[in-house]
């Protein structure tokens, strides 16, 4: 529909109101728990807040179009949307890969709740996955890999699973449909946190499943209303104010990215980088080949934990924070959090502060 627009021109569309004159621009909140029924048992579009929303159908619309997706769900939490497309199609005897070195939280769930229903979890690293994917059922991959940022190739693991039959499912988090468009590689399923750069102020939890496939969504619907972990009206809104400006933020965010893996690549207290739009990075030529914009994220190791600190405390523009995509510079030292990570590894989640000013500020707080 909108696909002849930029990104900028799409979040804009895809976050503002139908033009009726004397209307708002911007739609507001619509906290409705109940709403009037018809006396002929016609079943309106909206009955209960629990299973439809007005703010959902719209945020929902936003983000399809943004994945080149049919359909698009939202949840109450990235956590929410990944664990409700799971328990679809994670059942008994059923083999499930997921990230060995992405976000910790998938594969604790994994391990924690699908393992001893019967699942066959496996624990699999970015390297591996294709080769894991020649004998599994469900693939969960998710590129750039958070927080080490190496890539997987999409396209040669959606083959493989697409040979086999295996679903293949996308966290598709760090690089926002802006960065990369999963569905259009192969992928049968994108999960995402909007919690990130999408919505990108620090200041709303909120998650979502894209797809093709009509049936598959219809049950992951299901699975959200038996489930009931939806995303209340107030925070639909706030997610779907914050679209609006995700195509401006994202740019900027990536701008500062790359300018600060070429500086950090080269500051001589810095032991190694990853950036997947380093031209030097080992995963640049896969990430050229699917992704638009490499993403606001730079993975960086320092000698130790306490120089991770110390950068942190001399910065005067980066804040110690987890999470990432908001407007704010923030640093994570993420062996803190039990990631498979030197003590010195970071990730640095950038803003959208003025290049220039990141630049110098970082490079005299690293000293
Ligand atoms: C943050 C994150 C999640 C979880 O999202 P929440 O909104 O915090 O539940 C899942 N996957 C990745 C890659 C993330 O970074």
Not at 59 to 76: C, H, I, M, P, W
Not at 162 to 178: F, K
Not at 192 to 209: C, E, P, R
Request: proline share 6%; hydrophobic share 45%.
């Amino acid at each position: 529909m909108s696909g002849q627009y930029g990104d900028s021109t799409r979040t804009v569309k895809a976050s503002a109101s139908q033009n009726v004159p004397g209307q708002p621009v911007t739609s507001p909140p619509l906290p409705a728990s109940a709403y009037h029924l018809s006396e002929d048992e016609s079943r309106p579009l909206d009955t209960y807040g629990r299973s439809s929303n007005p703010t959902w159908r719209q945020f929902e619309s936003a983000l399809a179009d943004l994945e080149g997706a049919t359909s698009a769900l939202s949840f109450g939490s990235g956590m929410a949307a990944i664990t409700s497309v799971l328990r679809v199609l994670a059942k008994p005897g059923t083999v499930l890969v997921v990230p060995a070195d992405g976000y910790y939280q998938v594969r604790r769930y994994a391990a924690e709740y699908l393992a001893p229903l019967g699942v066959d979890v496996r624990e699999v690293s970015a390297a591996d996955m294709c080769a894991a994917a020649e004998s599994a059922d469900v693939v969960v991959a998710e590129t750039p890999v958070n927080p080490t940022l190496d890539v997987v190739d999409l396209h040669r693991l959606a083959l493989t699973c697409r040979g086999r039959g295996a679903t293949l499912v996308v966290d598709n988090t760090t690089p926002t449909p802006l960065g990369q468009q999963p569905l259009s590689l192969g992928a049968d399923v994108v999960v995402a946190s909007a919690t990130k750069a999408l919505s990108g102020h620090s200041d709303v939890i909120a998650g979502y499943a894209a797809s093709c496939h009509a049936e598959l969504m219809a049950a992951v619907e299901r699975e959200r209303l038996l489930g009931g972990a939806i995303l209340g009206p107030f925070e639909a809104w706030l997610a779907l104010r914050s679209l609006g400006s995700a195509g401006l933020r994202f740019e900027r965010q990536c701008q500062n990215a790359l300018a600060m893996a070429f500086t950090l690549r080269d500051h001589p207290a810095v032991r190694a980088v990853r950036y997947p739009g380093l031209p030097d990075d080992p995963a640049h030529d896969v990430a050229c080949a699917q992704m638009k914009r490499f993403g606001g994220l730079v993975a960086f190791e320092l000698a130790d934990a306490a120089a991770v600190h110390r950068l942190v405390e001399r910065s005067d523009l980066a804040v110690a924070a987890t999470s990432f995509g908001g407007l704010h510079t923030s640093v994570d030292r993420r062996a803190r959090w039990g990631d498979p990570v030197p003590a010195g590894f970071a990730r640095m989640s950038m803003g959208i502060e003025d290049t220039d000013d990141l630049i110098s500020d970082v490079t005299a707080a690293l000293g």
